[in-house]
């Protein structure tokens, strides 16, 4: 159905396109969970590397992080004038220019290129970041959480399957002649591709521009796709999903060091962080029905609930290998129960041609607070310890409690 006809959408045409929108962007997520896993694993080995100085090893990271808070808004502005295809492939073609300039960097041996590199890949995770709302531009109330959260869960395959391509991919880059330990970006590369074509070919009708046009007719479809603008409520939303997203980046991050100076192995690390994820990640089409059966708001609270379970099991069993552990997976749960619902509320509570300027700025927010929240982390590791920083994280997990009851009376 072209994009701009001018005839009216029907339940069952919107059923249908909504599908197709949702293994497109799914698989999208695959390929950018991919290219990004792979990015991630080499770029703390690569700055220390080309630098020489361990010192410098996190700012790959950090530039990352700061790429996607740089590319948010704009790619949120350009998805709202011409559409979520042409955004989300050139999100991935920035990223990918990105990836071919730390290429580049590592065969000249400069720094600042390297990190250049890194803060335009940044706009492929602001790309994968605006997927799971563009789930949602023709999601209605009964599955807003529900989609949002099957794009999110999509990303769990490219996680897992990113950092494992990096031992073939340094084989293959070595016996090509390029420069060293960039050999695992030709899958980021081949990844990258097949996404800005599949975005490019494959989504069409434009989910955004579609539900522009449902919500200009005055049709039954309109009123079930896009509802009132509350912008307190949004606002409530974007807080909840900056302050879930900041206490689990600060707490994951500093989790590591904390285990390895209690003698845990390498291999025990590795396992925390893998189950931490699974956490975040697994289960999100579970929250993402709650979200629609229980409420937003509900649901945003259970998250809260378990980020609070998290912070308290790390303080009491800080010295437990295995209560960390336990207190990972449920940081993990939190996030999702929280982001996924959080997500869902902006969308439903955003006017249609308010809400692609306030993901933007939810993205942005997400981005900025796990930056300073994963600076801050070590600075309150050493001086507190590692159950201090639980409880001082739980402080924003309060502040989202107290939230609360505002953001109800504006849902009500």
Not at 7 to 18: D, F, G, Q, S
Not at 148 to 158: N, P, Q, R
């Given at each position: 159905m072209?994009e701009a ?18 293994w ?29 100085d ?5 700012l790959?990271?950090a ?55 890194f ?5 492929g ?6 997927s ?38 340094q ?5 090509l ?17 097949l996404?800005?074509?599949l ?50 980046v ?8 904390h ?9 025990v ?24 059966r ?41 996030w ?10 902006l ?11 306030r ?38 997990v ?15």
């Open positions: 072209p006809a001018g005839t009216a959408v029907t339940e069952p045409e919107l059923a249908r396109i909504r599908r197709r929108t949702l497109v962007l799914s698989l999208g997520q695959v390929l950018g969970g991919v290219a990004f896993g792979a990015t991630i694993s080499l770029g703390a080995i690569l700055a220390t590397d080309i630098s020489g361990e010192t410098f090893s996190g790959a990271t530039l990352v992080t700061l790429g996607t808070a740089a590319f948010a808004v704009p790619l949120a502005s350009f998805a709202r004038r011409r559409g979520r295809r042409p955004a989300l492939a050139s999100g991935m073609l920035l990223a990918l220019t990105g990836v071919l300039v730390v290429v580049l960097a590592a065969g000249i041996r400069s720094f600042p290129v390297l990190l250049l590199g803060a335009l890949i940044g706009a995770q602001a790309a994968n970041l605006q799971r709302f563009a789930a949602a531009d023709l999601a209605t109330v009964s599955s807003r959480g529900r989609d949002l959260s099957i794009v999110v869960w999509a990303t769990t395959i490219g996680a897992v399957l990113g950092p494992n391509l990096v031992g073939p991919g084989a293959l880059g070595d016996s002649g390029m420069p060293a330990l960039t050999g695992p970006y030709l899958f980021t590369v081949v990844a990258q591709v996404a800005v074509a975005y490019l070919v494959a989504l069409r009708p434009d989910p955004l521009l579609l539900a522009q046009r449902i919500a200009a007719a005055p049709t039954t479809v309109a009123a079930r796709v896009a509802g009132p603008d509350r912008p307190l409520l949004a606002r409530y939303a974007i807080v909840a999903i900056a302050g879930a997203h900041g206490v689990m600060a707490v994951m991050a500093m989790t590591p060091v285990l390895m100076h209690h003698g845990a192995s390498i291999e690390v590795g396992l925390t962080i893998s189950l931490h994820i699974a956490g975040m990640y697994a289960l999100s089409p579970v929250f993402g029905v709650l979200a629609d229980w409420g937003r708001i509900a649901t945003v609270l259970l998250g809260q609930g378990v980020l609070a379970a998290s912070l308290l099991a790390a303080a009491l069993g800080q010295a437990s290998t295995v209560a960390v552990t336990v207190a990972l997976v449920l940081l993990g749960l939190g999702s129960a929280s982001t996924v619902a959080g997500a869902a509320l969308v439903e509570a955003s006017s249609e041609d308010r809400r692609t300027r993901q933007g700025r939810s993205d942005l927010a997400m981005s900025l607070v796990g930056g300073v929240g994963a600076i801050l982390a070590g600075v309150v590791l050493s001086w507190i310890g590692y159950g201090g920083l639980a409880l001082v994280a739980l402080v924003i309060v502040a989202v409690l107290v939230l609360t009851p505002y953001a109800r009376r504006a849902s009500a």
